[in-house]
């Protein structure tokens, strides 16, 4: 079993910045990919960002040139830079891992844009 806790959540105002951790802990052997994805109020669940245990990344188009996902393979924690933020990026952001075919999630952090 993977845990993933996630943190770093909180209200900001527009084009404000905050950084998401997400650290994993249980069974974290063979974790390949790890991400972030998000939910609004009323909306599904959509991708951000994720990064390869390799450090490959792949971001929506919606955060390119903002937000840049990292990961310390050695902690097994991944994060997540927001710069520029806009309301438009208020939700619940979720940490996922994939291991040997099963994705885990985080309980999910608020991140809240005003304007």
């Known amino acids: 079993q993977v845990q993933l806790v996630e943190s770093g959540g909180g209200l900001v105002q527009a084009g404000g910045s905050l950084r998401l951790s997400c650290a994993a802990s249980?069974?974290?052997?063979?974790?390949?990919?790890m991400g972030w994805y998000r939910q609004a109020p009323g909306k599904q669940r959509e991708l951000v960002a994720t990064i390869t245990r390799g450090g490959s990344t792949n971001y929506a188009d919606s955060v390119k040139g903002r937000f840049t996902i990292s990961r310390d393979n050695s902690k097994i924690t991944t994060y997540l830079q927001m710069n520029s933020l806009k309301p438009e990026d208020t939700a619940v952001y979720y940490c996922n891992a994939l291991r040997i075919g099963f994705v885990h999630w985080g309980q999910g952090t608020q991140v809240t844009v005003s304007s």
């Open positions: 249980g069974i974290i052997f063979d974790i390949n990919v």
